[in-house]
């Protein structure tokens, strides 16, 4: 799950952006240019177990592994966390996944009140 650019922009000037790439944090679109947007908080995501899970950036990566393909940059295993749904006829299986998203205070972040509209991309990758 991607931020928006705007989104990631902001993360990482706040440090909300690790050296995968990946965003703790997904903040509002126009966080900290609209009066009307909530500032010092964000929506965390985490998977069915309850492991915090981290948002896919826009930057790349500044390790020298691979990062495109960790946790760290949020990207995860399409069945890890996935459970069966429905028929495995004619070669098709179905998944369900359940994520949480939860909206908390940032890591030394002064709650303000307002809105919160924030965009994310539900990506797939195929290798």
Avoid: E
Wanted: with cysteine.
């Amino acid at each position: 799950i991607q931020t928006s650019l705007p989104g990631y922009l902001k993360a990482l000037g706040l440090g909300l952006v690790n050296t995968a790439g990946g965003v703790s944090y997904l903040l509002s679109d126009s966080y900290g240019t609209d009066s009307r947007i909530a500032t010092g908080v964000g929506i965390s995501l985490s998977d069915s177990n309850g492991s915090t899970m981290n948002f896919v950036g826009w930057g790349g990566c500044a390790q020298t592994q691979d990062c495109l393909t960790t946790a760290d940059a949020g990207w995860y295993p399409i069945l890890t966390g996935a459970s069966g749904n429905g028929s495995h006829s004619a070669g098709y299986n179905n998944y369900v996944h359940h994520f949480t998203a939860t909206l908390k205070k940032l890591p030394n972040g002064h709650p303000t009140a307002g809105k919160i509209d924030a965009t994310a991309y539900v990506l797939v990758k195929i290798q």
